[in-house]
């Protein structure tokens, strides 16, 4: 017996219990007989007004996780999902690979994270030179921008919109990520990459490839495209861009 609803796929989606942004968008991204399950990590919303406190926020995120995933697992997911960002990037490309092998192993399921999922798309493009968008503090900045080069990426410019609490992120519009995204455009940038989960920009990201003519990337969107492709699922779903259009 399967699902009645998820009878292709059972998302089991972990975000920081701040995100507003990752479960409508993976909602709006869902083709029919698949489900998202979200479990949301508690953490505060702290400030965010400088290094110290982002790597606080990553703190917590960590220490919170592990028993998320335990709920998480009581609705017997088939695939997780972690509509997380910076946790995934922070330590570099060995220690993502190794968090998603941790999780996996506890779980004995696949697991999509932003990091690889990122990577993944950027590769489909053929991008090499990149510019970035994040909400994050230089700290987030400069281990998002480590990883990427780490990966094989070039990084033409990087604008951090340094928000000042974990909610604040989905307050940022889409008139001021235009502006982010005009910022780190240039003639020498092939793609653009936006990173932070909270960010809603999954939908803009499919406008600005029309303007810019080349791929812009949101990060739910590649989260979201590569559990999907993992999952065997290879739908096109409009209206989030051309990487939802890929197979």
């Given at each position: ?9 059972k ?7 701040t995100?507003?942004s990752?479960q409508?968008?993976?909602?709006g ?15 505060s ?6 290094d ?21 697992m ?6 997780i ?26 779980t ?9 999922a ?12 990149l510019?970035?968008?994040?909400p ?17 990426f ?8 340094k928000c ?24 020498d ?5 936006q ?5 809603a ?14 791929p812009?990337?949101?990060i ?7 559990a ?7 739908e ?12």
């Amino acid at each position: 017996m399967v699902d009645s609803l998820g009878w292709r796929k059972k998302f089991g989606v972990l975000v920081p219990s701040t995100n507003t942004s990752v479960q409508p968008e993976f909602d709006g991204m869902r083709p029919f007989g698949v489900t998202n399950h979200i479990v949301r990590i508690a953490i505060s919303n702290i400030p965010l007004n400088n290094d110290d406190d982002f790597r606080r926020l990553i703190e917590l995120i960590v220490a919170a996780q592990d028993g998320a995933l335990e709920s998480l697992m009581s609705c017997e997911p088939d695939h997780i999902v972690l509509g997380i960002s910076a946790e995934t990037f922070w330590d570099g490309l060995q220690k993502s690979r190794e968090l998603k092998k941790n999780i996996e192993t506890r779980t004995k399921l696949p697991v999509t994270m932003g990091s690889e999922a990122c990577v993944e798309a950027l590769k489909l493009y053929g991008a090499r030179r990149l510019g970035v968008v994040t909400p994050y503090q230089p700290v987030g900045d400069a281990r998002v921008a480590g990883f990427l080069e780490e990966s094989g990426f070039e990084i033409g410019a990087l604008t951090g919109l340094k928000c000042k609490s974990p909610v604040d992120i989905a307050k940022v519009t889409e008139a001021e990520l235009k502006e982010a995204i005009i910022r780190v455009n240039s003639d020498d940038v092939d793609c653009i990459l936006q990173v932070g989960t909270n960010l809603a920009m999954a939908r803009l990201a499919g406008w600005a490839e029309l303007w810019l003519n080349k791929p812009v990337i949101a990060i739910n969107t590649a989260i979201y495209w590569n559990a999907l492709r993992s999952a065997g699922v290879y739908e096109k779903m409009d209206g989030w861009g051309s990487l939802l259009l890929r197979h």
